[in-house]
Nanobody
Framework: VQLVESGGGLVQAGGSLRLSCAAS????????MGWYRQAPGKQRELVAT???????NYADSVKGRFTISRDNARSSVYLQMNNLKPEDTAVYYC??????????????WGQGTQVTVSS
């Protein structure tokens, strides 16, 4: 199983970016998917999660600015980030709870994508 992220980059404060993450491999089903981030010198923190049924949860710091969504048919999750702030600068990681074709369930991480917001 592999998670591959894309969509990071450099943007000015107030700008927008859209992150994508696609899961591939021997997947039977995907439960909760989410985005986490880690800034230099800080611990990894939750940004947003979404269940298979579409229920969402957001960190207070991104509510009203970020929107998480998913496409179950494409085994993908997205993060639309608007009104970005310098404090959003971090490496963003995709995470998914996956039931594999071998009947094992585990959490998988992507390799991370850098988001840099300049002031």
């Amino acid at each position: 199983v592999q998670l591959v992220e894309s969509g990071g980059g450099l943007v000015q404060a107030g700008g927008s970016l859209r992150l994508s993450c696609a899961a591939s491999g021997s997947i039977s089903s995907i439960n909760t998917m989410g985005w986490y981030r880690q800034a230099p010198g800080k611990q990894r923190e939750l940004v947003a999660t979404i269940t298979r049924g579409g229920s969402t949860n957001y960190a207070d710091s991104v509510k009203g600015r970020f929107t998480i969504s998913r496409d179950n048919a494409r085994s993908s999750v997205y993060l639309q980030m608007n009104n970005l702030k310098p404090e959003d600068t971090a490496v963003y990681y995709c995470n998914a709870q996956i039931l594999t074709a071998y009947a094992s369930t585990d959490y998988y991480w992507g390799q991370g994508t850098q988001v840099t917001v300049s002031s």
